[in-house]
């Protein structure tokens, strides 16, 4: 059963700073990976998708690199705004169906300025 | 600009209660989900969707139902609404195309919170 962690659950950073997040998977044979952004109390907004063929995906500050033989997919945020405050969730599609994605727990980042 | 739309997004509820939670997307998309989000447990599927009429249990779907009568609008239905069905409820809707197309990107509702008392 694929399984999705992210560490750290909680990360505090001041305005600047480039930072990495972290997210594992149990099971490599995925067809793609996706982050998520979501602000407090709100749904999710999809950020990025890397495609099992890709290494990485960037969009603006973003960059997304997934490595399917280590189980690992990191994103990178550079030079870090109180405004990327939120909660990042990374999700893979299931096995079995693709069409549902198995979701990490989320890092919840803040930015301070 | 597209969206999918959750009718409330703050419920109260009684136990014993039943609870409709509504969702309705305008992207003529095929696939409609309904997660619950609780903290440290992250989202869970609880029904899915891929068609009118069909769906498809999740992770967790006891306690609950749901009902596509319409393509755009996917209900998420509580017979009898317990304590432990407080949680933040959230609806997603995808194309249908399959995976190897590189589909599946995931639009969200912005979620209703539902208290059951």
């Known amino acids: 059963k694929q399984e999705v962690t992210q560490i750290p659950a909680a990360l505090s950073v001041p305005e600047g700073e480039n930072l990495v997040l972290n997210c594992s998977f149990t099971d490599s044979a995925i067809y793609n990976l996706q982050w998520f952004r979501q602000d407090p109390g709100k749904g999710l907004t999809s950020l990025l998708l890397?495609?099992?063929?890709?290494r990485e995906q960037t969009s603006g500050r973003l960059n997304a690199s997934l490595d399917k033989s280590s189980g690992r997919s990191t994103l990178y945020i550079a030079a870090s705004q109180p405004g990327d405050s939120a909660t990042y969730l990374c999700?893979?599609?299931?096995?079995?169906?693709?069409?549902?994605?198995?979701f990490g727990t989320g890092t919840r980042l803040q930015v301070f300025p | 600009d597209v969206k999918v739309t959750q009718s409330s997004r703050y419920l109260v509820k009684r136990t014993g209660e039943k609870v409709f939670l509504e969702c309705v997307q305008d992207?003529?998309?095929?696939?409609m989900f309904w997660y619950r989000q609780d903290p440290g447990l992250g989202l869970r599927l609880i029904y899915f969707?891929?068609?009118?009429?069909?769906?498809e249990k999740g992770d967790i779907p006891e306690g609950y139902s749901v009902s596509r009568e319409k393509k755009e609008r996917f209900s998420l239905i509580l017979e009898s609404a317990s304590t432990n069905q407080t949680s933040m409820y959230l609806c997603?809707?995808?194309?249908?195309?399959?995976?190897?197309?590189?589909?599946?990107?995931?639009?969200f509702g912005a979620g209703s919170r539902l208290t059951v008392l």
């Open positions: 992207m003529d998309h095929e696939n």
């Open positions: 969707s891929y068609d009118v009429k069909m769906k």
């Open positions: 890397i495609q099992s063929s890709q």
């Open positions: 997603a809707s995808s194309r249908g195309d399959r995976v190897l197309s590189g589909a599946n990107v995931l639009t």
């Open positions: 999700a893979v599609p299931g096995y079995y169906n693709t069409d549902k994605l198995i």
